[in-house]
């Protein structure tokens, strides 16, 4: 039997030292680096090629986009953020410091009535800078003052919610985004809102007058209430009146044949918002030179009856005395 052979020498500088060669090895298989080596660069290239044209389609919607909303928001646009300035200048200074009552001659309040105004209430602890504008004029605060002065009216926070696609920020919103997704969104929501809004926003925007309400107390009928009237075409002041809200007094009737509510224990007064709000619509009539509205000097309310119990008799369903000998 033959001695096994001897192991190999390290030879000094082997770049496998104490390891096989690989050629010597025949049971291993050969790299086919002719075929491997395209595989791989396939591989690479293809998220890099992928992302430049997706890079590419994305700069091309983006500034698609950006030129069919210049078009298309070319009329309607300018006007609308001309007036939304207006209303944010408005709105901060009248709640500054109040100036006096003022009334244009041309201002009446027949003509206030012959069609709808743009309306709005704010609170004055609410608007510091023209960005507060909105979000305090968003609130659905109970209001009646537009009631109690017979206008009919189309709330101004439906044109600033519903023109958002008209403001820089939208364009803003295009040009940061960066996937055709987000870009098809914004493109699919601006032929939406066009659709859906444009001729809402003409309408708000052909109103003669603006009417805003402030209140200066954080609930209305803790406090005054200014009126502002504006020449909204113009872009000027027609009336400033102010109103105490505590002069009205609100007495419920009931209608015969209808069903009455529940008693009340006493008659609203003007800490109500019905009071309250036809307080201040009274002294803006007064300010308009309009006779204030209701019956003036009325009695006051009898005092509420006290309950006594069940042994109290109602004199309506009390039987008749018999007043025969």
Not at 61 to 67: A, I, K, S, V
Not at 72 to 99: H, K, M, N, Q
Not at 230 to 255: C, H, K, N, Q, S
Request: proline residues 10%.
């Amino acid at each position: 039997m033959a001695p096994p052979p001897d192991p190999p020498v390290d030879e000094p500088g082997s770049s496998h030292r104490g390891m096989i060669p690989r050629e010597e090895l025949s049971f291993l298989p050969k790299i086919k680096w002719r075929f491997w080596l395209p595989v791989l660069a396939i591989l690479v290239a293809f998220p890099l090629l992928w992302g430049i044209k997706r890079d590419r389609e994305a700069r091309r919607m983006r500034e698609q986009l950006l030129r069919e909303h210049a078009a298309l928001t070319a009329r309607l646009g300018p006007d609308y953020l001309a007036a939304r300035r207006f209303i944010e200048a408005s709105a901060l200074e009248a709640v500054g410091p109040y100036a006096g009552d003022f009334r244009d001659p041309s201002l009446t309040l027949e003509g206030m009535t012959r069609a709808p105004v743009l309306y709005g209430r704010l609170r004055v602890h609410e608007v510091h800078a023209p960005a507060d504008v909105a979000a305090s004029i968003r609130h659905r605060y109970p209001d009646q003052v537009s009631s109690c002065l017979g206008l009919e009216t189309l709330f101004a926070r439906e044109l600033f919610d519903k023109g958002a696609f008209l403001l820089p920020s939208f364009v803003d919103a295009v040009r940061g985004a960066n996937s055709t997704e987000r870009l098809h969104a914004l493109r699919e929501d601006l032929i939406f809102r066009l659709r859906r809004d444009t001729a809402m926003l003409v309408e708000h925007l052909r109103r003669p007058y603006l009417v805003l309400v402030v209140d200066e107390a954080r609930a209305s009928v803790d406090g005054p209430t200014r009126v502002y009237v504006y020449d909204l075409p113009a872009r000027r002041l027609l009336l400033r009146a102010r109103g105490e809200g505590t002069d009205v007094r609100v007495i419920p009737f009931r209608m015969a044949g209808l069903p009455s509510p529940p008693p009340r224990a006493r008659p609203l007064t003007g800490s109500s918002v019905s009071g309250h709000d036809c307080s201040v619509a009274n002294a803006t009539r007064q300010v308009l030179g309009v006779a204030p509205m209701g019956m003036l000097h009325a009695p006051d309310a009898p005092a509420p009856v006290a309950d006594a119990g069940p042994a109290a008799t109602d004199a309506s369903t009390a039987p008749a005395l018999d007043a025969s000998p």
